[in-house]
Antibody, heavy 122, light 112 residues
Framework: EVQLVESGGGLVQPGGSLRLSCAAS????????MNWARQAPGRGLEWVSY????????YYADSVNGRFTISRDNAKNSLYLQMNSLRDEDTAVYYC???????????????WGQGTLVTVSS | DVVMTQSPLSLPVTLGQPASISCRSS???????????LNWFQQRPGQSPRRLIY???NRDSGVPDRFSGSGSGTDFTLTISRVEAEDVAIYYC?????????FGQGTKLEIK
């Protein structure tokens, strides 16, 4: 069974930093691209970042480019999101989302974690 | 960026009746490989999103056959043939043909 379990969310002050983690199991993590997506309270879904199975290429939404860094450790079946210079508008539930295997076109988004809440507030 | 526009944003439906949600993209979602990358998701209250449909019309495993997707190019539709109580949720379309990936605003389905 595919499982994606996010952790690392919490309350942080504007300008602060936070690192999210996603532990993957039930599939060959090293073969799949991965995404982060987010959902502000009471709002819709927003894609944040993508990393391929080999860590290149990487893509970011304009809203986080230059502040967030996505990375992965295939030996640990883990995905990460380093978030710096956090703003009020980054407050959201952050989801780890599976993409597709290497060599397969398309977005995937077939499995989502339960999400971890990040609150940016003074 | 590709703008995804859903309508309606609120959809009151009587149990057992059909429901349709429209999703229009500002650019064609036909990728260079000839496939059209348009997904539909369901998000029930308090839950994570769940993919229902991929590549316009392919149902994911476990999705009831009352859900169907159709469309082409820039114009797509999610149809529920007979709405059940468990279908109360927000439905999102998402394009996967271009970067950045973009979602529609969401359509809230409720029982009338």
């Amino acid at each position: 069974e595919v499982q994606l379990v996010e952790s690392g969310g919490g309350l942080v002050q504007p300008g602060g930093s936070l690192r999210l983690s996603c532990a993957a199991s039930g599939f060959s993590f090293s073969s799949y691209g991965m995404n982060w997506a987010r959902q502000a309270p009471g709002r819709g879904l927003e894609w944040v970042s993508y990393i391929s199975s080999s860590s290149s290429p990487i893509y970011y939404a304009d809203s986080v480019n230059g502040r967030f860094t996505i990375s992965r450790d295939n030996a640990k079946n883990s995905l990460y999101l380093q978030m710096n210079s956090l703003r009020d508008e980054d407050t959201a539930v952050y989801y780890c989302v599976r993409a597709l295997p290497r060599g397969i076109s398309g977005p995937g988004f077939d499995f989502w974690g339960q999400g971890t809440l990040v609150t940016v507030s003074s | 960026d590709v703008v995804m526009t859903q309508s309606p944003l609120s959809l009151p439906v009587t149990l057992g009746q059909p429901a349709s949600i429209s999703c229009r993209s500002s650019q064609s979602l036909v990728y260079s490989d000839g496939n059209t990358y348009l997904n539909w998701f369901q998000q029930r209250p308090g839950q994570s999103p769940r993919r229902l449909i991929y590549r316009v019309s392919n149902r994911d495993s476990g999705v009831p056959d009352r859900f169907s997707g159709s469309g082409s190019g820039t114009d797509f539709t999610l149809t529920i043939s007979r709405v059940e109580a468990e279908d109360v949720a927000i439905y999102y379309c998402m394009q996967g043909a271009h970067w950045p990936r973009t979602f529609g605003q969401g359509t809230k389905l409720e029982i009338k």
